[in-house]
């Protein structure tokens, strides 16, 4: 069983920052891949920022310059820097990894946080 929880997030002003955590957790060998995610009231989820283990972080282009990801292999989290947050930021985000490693030859995928709401209002 993976369990990813997500914490940080709340209400902040237009150019302001928030930041948020996700911590995986259960028999986690190793993560391929995590990712923040957010679905906005009426549309469609969106793939905010993702990175690889070993790789190069990859952003939506309506976060980049904003937003930055960063994990901690080590510890099984990844965490969110939001700055210069826009009302269009608002939005539920959630925690995903892929390619968790469970046991020998087994790995998991499509494991998702609850989500955590993020509000952007003066």
């Known amino acids: 069983q993976v369990k990813l929880v997500e914490s940080g997030g709340g209400l902040a002003q237009p150019g302001g920052s928030l930041s948020l955590s996700c911590a995986a957790s259960?028999?986690?060998?190793?993560?391929?891949?995590m990712a923040w995610y957010r679905r906005a009231p009426g549309k469609e989820r969106e793939k905010v920022a993702s990175?690889?283990?070993?790789?190069?972080?990859i952003y939506a282009d309506s976060v980049k310059g904003r937003f930055t990801i960063s994990r901690d292999v080590a510890k099984n989290t990844v965490d969110l820097q939001m700055n210069s947050l826009q009302p269009e930021d608002t939005a539920v985000y959630y925690c995903?990894?892929?390619?968790?490693?469970?046991?020998?030859?087994?790995?998991?995928?499509?494991?998702w946080g609850q989500g955590t709401q993020v509000t952007v209002s003066s």
């Open positions: 259960g028999n986690i060998l190793s993560i391929n891949s």
């Open positions: 990175l690889i283990d070993g790789g190069y972080p």
């Open positions: 995903n990894a892929e390619g968790v490693q469970i046991g020998r030859g087994l790995f998991k995928y499509n494991n």
